[in-house]
């Protein structure tokens, strides 16, 4: 049981072992061939993650870090102490995240067997994925800041990729697609910049850039002392040992005790003599008999910063000091800017709508699943931070709150007005993320994971079931031209599968893609008892408690505005049930769309029952019914030992009349989508119900157009970044630098004082002058003979560096007080 | 310490001297396809003998190892005769830089093969001997420590570069040439009159102690006397502190030096002659030029104005550091205008040494040590991509974006191998890149001489990296091919061009994922610096 962590670097190592697999001999293997060794790595890895929730569980919430071997350190410089590791964390958290990942990946794994089937690229693809499952669980099981970036940055990488994986397909959509790739990983780069100046800070204020130091857990005050007594093995071991042999007292004069005072004890395990040696149990015993502050040094960040956070410490940078609290401010807001990029809030959302480019089982994985996901695990783990700076009276859950309550509500609105069926999906999942965020805001960490649990098995389902339908469609419309004669070219370029008025009557053509997709409906649109209620449930009973109970403002903004997106939720997601799959096909394509093949089948399948059964790991206590059958509150006993605090309003009944609006809400606007959509037939090209109206015609061209959000950034940051760099390159760099400055400006205006000087005074004066310099320069101007007017331009720039030296001379003292007045 | 014997230094140093002279006796016409193996064989040989000296070296002993000072002439300036010596050996700095130069010069000599430069222009044996000649001046620029004998390296490396783009350059390589002379000679004359006073003054121009001769650095270093060495040595010091930039001598023999080398780096916003000699020169020369060439520069800041003015150097922190990120985004955002591929990757160098001048002048150990790392991580990236610009022009005869496209399609192995050197030079972790940017930020955000804006504004490069650099991936490489060539086997990479990436390749992961070995090797010879710097 202690040695299963050791398996962790196999998690990554296998997908890895894939991917190269894919990539090196791709192009030799037979398609079916590729698949199987995608599959098969992805299900592996599965395999392993619940063999390290077995450690976990068995443990009873067990951590362990883990050098992988092979590789001794990563970023190390000996003689200031910095030491960066390839290390790796398994606790409740990151194993949460390991099974999600791998479970729903390797699902999407074997649709994409179905779905790639006949792709030229096929190998590519699996490597890609591949890889890209790789990467994620490194981002999920790295146990320092700089490996989780370099899991954040390679699915960016991943992504990249995978968006733009059909850049070869005819101008312009190859083109777009490139282009979206291109989006999504600049944009995800502004992100990243927040990551790293966080990163940066982080080491300057804590000295390390690890989670927690082997045996540590997260826990408030001296609790991690504790956990790290009671799941050390040898120390365990050992109290067992002697609280069997002498009872209570005994057992707390031994604690005090140094290491090597019970040799018999230590002997007796000897097998586990790692831990026997240990200097931070050392230490941690020391401080701990003495009532000592703790060598904060043998800390990792969190631990450090519940030590340190509120004693009025002062961070030093060298050139500046700032009080350890406010630092801790900073780095979450630095933090919280790498979210708004990877997890697509508010204002860096705008590259995932763009990055459905790409085939449907990415979107489905990476944009819906994990990847984008990253952003709201990365807060999760950065809870002590969070915890710390709200409880000491900074807002920054308010500001968290306001970007995830505000993406979701946006987005949300933003769905209601789309076309194409995984656009809708894309806005959702921009929304749904934002509940999590806003969970995280309000400090339910709990909720968020719960709902990201949910989230990736439901918003999967969506996604591989809307692939199924594009796929159904294309088919369909192959299908109905090849029966049609002649003149059908024209008309295919503008045929679009994705648009959903396009489609109605799919019920009939494609039942089981029906079926599964309106148990993913249900779970999103958080209808009882699927998955999505109990998960976004908690997320508002969390709200509510911080709200009215403890009068907080973010609670009361969370509640309100997350209810309104939960019923545009609803809204959004029964409009698409009834133009996909309602009424009468309304193109010949959807009259003739075959329903999928098995490969995909299966998968939407397991994550429908995934999708009604996935909720019930985290029952609110003194449920009706539910109580008896399922233990209450599992999920959070779980994930707790992860977390600083689970306390406040987290651990609550279930409350009736949340659960009631909630619900009632989301059928109301089922059945108000039903009315104003069913039997209406919008054809292609036709317009929308809502647009007929006078009052929601303006609010449904505002939601169609994204609320011009793409517009305006080009307005605003895309245009006058090309403008200045066209200035910069063509009239400062080139025009005046290079050529006025350089060519005109000095060589003309000295070719022409050297032919004055040249004539009234002997070239042997200049020659002479020359010599003065020394024979290296003579050397020189022997070699500037041979261009014509070679030690005329030489003075030229002798000169020009002159005024370039006189220029930055005058200068410099304004930037040295600028600098100094900024330092 | 036996300073007189035959050191590895020298071997290492001399030994495409032999090459050259092999080539000299060798007849151009007969023997025209041997020439490249010659000159090959020969900079391998340098390669080996410089890993010889790696093995031998041995990174825990701070000060020159693998010495040797001969004197070699003396000079008489003013009352004093001073000793001018061949005086070689290296420090941890120097050997990865040594390193660096001897593992660019054979793969861009792979670069050259079979190029149609010489259908054009022939003359293939002069080539070699300027390849040969060009890395025994850049390899004693980094080794020798005696200030007249630098120059004269200095110096030297300019002659084979200039007939290197003057001779097998594009359509203006005669103007591009020419400007690459002059820029960088007319800053070396100011490094020349600023050497001369140092020994004039000190009476010695070794850098370091040797054969019981107190180098100059220990001079400075060692100074016990009131105010600083250079106060004590100029006769009309008159002590002012207020005007120090303006007034002191040291701070002008810092800026004579600092001149000299900022041209070379190029520091913003002395890098007018880049785009010019990068565009015209051949590849090998482009790849030369930004792999090794340019580290001169940060090479010669970190070796003589930080050990010799650290006064200066502290006064003048904020502001080159200042024109260093300048650099960083200028450069970038200069490099995304470009229309042409090679001027693209050309300005882009401005920006990358932006970050290494910062990190220089964070003047802590991370600063440092990432800024010494960035060194070597630039030459191998950006020469890279200047192979990948090489590969395609030789192709495709052109340099225009526009014109390309679709490359991937047509040459998956090419289009794999130029993605990976795309993100090893915008930084992507894992890859060499990114050590060297996050340890120089991390210094930089540490400095005591610089403050939080710094930081701040360079870590905006990261994000601009991405935006040029993806933008020429996605011109050249993504969307329709649209000039497709006339013959199917021209999309094959040639053995010579898959071998010169295979290096290339494995130093971008081994970096990447173990910078352990490289920051070993420096982590003595730094915090001898950083000592000077710590308040």
Known sequence: MENLPLLVPLVILVPALGALINFFFGAKLEEKWSGYIGCFASILSFIISLLLLTYVTGTNGGAAVVNPPFVDGWLRIESIGLEIGWQQRVDSLSVTMMLVVTGVGSLIHLYARGYMYGDKWVPRFFAYLNMFLAFMLILVTANNFLMLFVGWEGVGLCSFLLIGFWWDKKMPEGWKNSNAARKAFIVNRIGDFGLLMAMFMIFWTFGTLDFYKAGELPNAEAKYLVHWREHNGLLAHDEEAEAGAAGDEHDKTYKCAPAGADGHADDAHSDDGQAASNPLADDIRARYCDNQHFDTELLGVFGQTTELFGTGETVDFGSFQLAFDDVILLIALFVLLGVTGKSAQIPLFVWLPDAMAGPTPVSALIHAATMVTAGVFILVRSNVFLWELNHGGYVIGLVITLVGAGTALMAGYIALGQWDIKRVLAYSTISQLGFMVAAVGIGAYVAAMFHLVTHAVFKALLFLGS?????????????????????????EADFDAQDMRNMGGLRKRMPITYITYLIGTLALAGIFPFAGFWSKDEILADAWFEGFELNELSGFIAFGVLLVAAAFTAFYMWRQIV???????????????????????????????????????????????????????????????????????HSLDFNLSIAGIALVLGIASILVANRVYKGKGLASGQRDVLEDGGASRLLFRLANARLYWDEFYAAVI???????????????????????????????????????????????????TVNGLGIFVQRAADWMRRSQTGYVRLYAVILFVGVVAVIILMVTPFIQTLLAGGA | MDVTGLSLTTITLFTPMIGLAILLFMNGE??????????????????????????????????????????????????????????????????????????????????????????????????????????????????????????????????????????????????????????????????????????????????????????????????????????????????????????????????????AFAIK????????????????APTAGSVILAGVLLKMGTYGIVRF??????????AWAPTIAFLGVVGIIYGAWVSYAQDNVKKLVAYSSVSHLGFVVLGIFALNAQGLQGATLQMVNHGISTGGLFLIVGMLYERWHTKEMADYGGVWKAMPLFGAISLVISLSSMGLPGLNGFIGEFTILLGSLGSEFLGFAF?????????????????????????????????????????????????????????????????????????????????
């Not at chain 1, 692939?467 to 008309?491: F, R, Y």
């Not at chain 2, 370091?208 to 040595?233: H, K």
């Not at chain 2, 104005?305 to 502290?314: G, K, R």
Request: a negative charge.
């Open chain 1, 579 to 649: 133009l996909v799959f309602l009424d009468d096909p309304r193109s010949e394509a959807a009259e003739q769309a075959p329903e999928s093949n098995g490969a995909m089948l299966v998968p939407l399948l397991v994550l429908a029952l995934f999708s009604i059964i996935i909720g019930f790991i985290n029952v609110p206590k003194s449920t009706p019914i539910f109580t008896g059958i399922y233990e209450t509150y599992e999920f959070k006993y779980f994930l707790e030992h992860s977390l600083v605090s689970v306390s406040r309003g």
């Open chain 2, 455 to 535: 930081t701040l504004i360079a870590t905006l490069g990261v994000i601009m990296a991405a935006v040029y650099l993806l933008k020429m991936f996605q011109h050249v490489f993504m969307g329709e091919l649209k000039k497709p060539l006339s013959s199917d086997d021209g999309y094959k990479l040639t053995w010579s061009e898959k071998a010169a990436f295979i290096p290339i390749i494995i130093m971008i992961f081994w970096i990447g994922i173990q910078p352990i070995v490289f920051f070993n090797l420096l982590d003595v010879s730094v915090d001898s610096i950083v000592a000077l710097f710590v308040r």
């Open chain 2, 265 to 280: 780096v190029p520091i913003f916003p002395f890098h007018s002659w880049l785009p010019d000699a990068h565009v015209q």
């Open chain 2, 30 to 259: 007969t023997h025209k396809a041997n020439l490249k193996w010659v000159a090959f064989a020969t900079s391998l040989v340098t390669f080996v003998a410089s890993v010889v000296m790696w093995i031998n070296f041995d990174p825990s002993s701070p000060g020159l190892q693998m010495v040797q000072r001969n004197t070699w002439a003396e000079v008489s300036l003013g009352d004093s005769v001073i000793n001018v010596s061949y005086f070689v050996g290296v420090d941890g700095i120097s050997m990865l830089l040594v390193l660096l130069t001897t593992f660019i010069m054979p793969i861009s000599i792979l670069g050259s093969f079979g190029s149609h430069i010489f259908e054009e222009r022939g003359r293939e044996k002069l080539y070699y001997i300027f390849l040969m000649l060009l890395e025994w001046s850049m390899i004693g620029v980094f080794v020798v420590h005696d200030l007249i004998i630098f120059y004269v390296f200095w110096e030297v490396t300019l002659v084979p570069m200039y007939f290197l783009i003057g001779i097998w350059g594009s359509e203006e390589r005669i103007y591009a040439a020419v400007k690459f002379f002059l820029y960088t000679m007319a800053g070396s004359i100011l490094m020349l009159i600023a050497i001369l006073y140092v020994g004039n003054r000190s009476g010695t121009f070794s850098t370091y102690s040797a054969g019981g001769d107190v180098g100059v650095i220990e001079r400075v270093q060692s100074w016990e006397g009131a105010g600083t060495y250079w106060d004590a040595v100029d006769p009309e010091a008159d002590g002012d502190e207020a005007g120090f930039l303006f007034n002191s001598v040291e701070s002008w023999l810092f800026l004579g030096f600092l001149v």
């Open chain 2, 305 to 314: 104005n930080l050990n010799l003015f650290p006064e200066a150097t502290v």
């Open chain 1, 467 to 491: 692939g199924s339908v594009i796929h159904g469609v294309e088919h369909g419309h192959h299908h109905a031209h090849e029966h049609s004669h002649g003149g059908g070219h024209a008309d």
């Open chain 1, 718 to 768: 895309e245009q006058p970044f090309n403008r200045l760099a066209a200035f910069l390159a063509d009239r400062i760099d080139w025009d005046f630098l290079h050529n006025y400055f350089h060519d005109s400006l000095i060589k003309r205006g000295f070719d022409t004082i050297g032919e004055l000087l040249s004539k009234p005074f002997d070239l042997g004066i200049v020659d002479g």
